[in-house]
């Protein structure tokens, strides 16, 4: 049995055993990286730290702190201090959630709300596992669509932080739930077929999916099911 990387094409793809390797890794860090965010999302819903990032002030703060955090993550990831990266920007992620979770918090039916939205979100991720280990097609193509399909949805999700539209937020969350359940679809194919090789870049981009899947469910059960007092 050749447990080398063999060449294929004009890439390289990693031995049935590399790949596990890399998929099992990556799903323990993905697990773990789940603590800090929890850690991170109650120390701003109990401090309510995060209340006064409104707006632009907000928006700056969260793609300052994030793509700082993911250049960092992309220059250690070939050392033990990227998974302290990682857990770090974990960590921060969960403290910008905390501000809608808060405000999920306030209606009557609160915890019922993000219960739902994280079984969603579980049950996405497990579908979409499922798609990529039965799928045998190389979705290495569908990339460049996704990379787009999210841009545009960062644009609009900017401007609509200075329009503060329902409808607006509506959209945008249902598009990114489907933008987001592709790419993790996209992103454990990319691993099960061998084109992803660090295990600290799967689980950020695995982590990334969950979390916008995550979130756009629960603002768009806060929109649509939030029950007042």
């Not at 905390?98 to 709300?113: E, P, Q, T």
């Not at 979409?128 to 609009?156: E, N, P, Q």
């Amino acid at each position: 049995m050749n447990t080398e990387i063999t060449s294929i094409g004009s890439g390289y793809a990693l031995s049935q055993e590399q790949r596990h390797r890399v998929l099992r890794n990556t799903y323990w860090l993905l697990a773990l990286s789940l603590v800090p965010t929890v850690l991170g999302a109650w120390l701003g819903v109990a401090t309510g730290i995060t209340e006064s990032l409104r707006g632009g002030m907000g928006l700056i703060v969260f793609l300052g702190g994030a793509f700082g955090f993911m250049f960092a993550i992309e220059k250690t990831k070939n050392s033990a201090a990227g998974v302290a990266v990682l857990l770090g920007f974990t960590f921060f992620m969960g403290l910008m959630l905390s501000r809608l979770i808060g405000m999920v918090l306030g209606f009557k039916n609160g915890a019922d709300l993000i219960m739902t939205a994280f079984a969603g979100t579980a049950g996405v991720f497990f579908v979409m596992a499922s798609l990529a280990s039965v799928i045998k097609r190389d979705l290495s193509g569908m990339g460049k669509w996704l990379f787009v399909g999210a841009l545009v949805l960062m644009v609009g999700a900017i401007v609509n932080v200075f329009v503060g539209s329902s409808a607006g937020m509506m959209a945008i969350s249902v598009a990114a739930i489907g933008i987001f359940s592709a790419y993790m679809l996209y992103d454990l194919k990319q691993i099960l077929d061998g084109g992803e090789t660090n295990y600290i870049s799967a689980t950020l981009a695995l982590y990334l999916d969950l979390f916008n899947v995550f979130q756009s469910l629960l603002a768009l059960l806060g929109i649509m099911g939030g029950e007042r007092d």
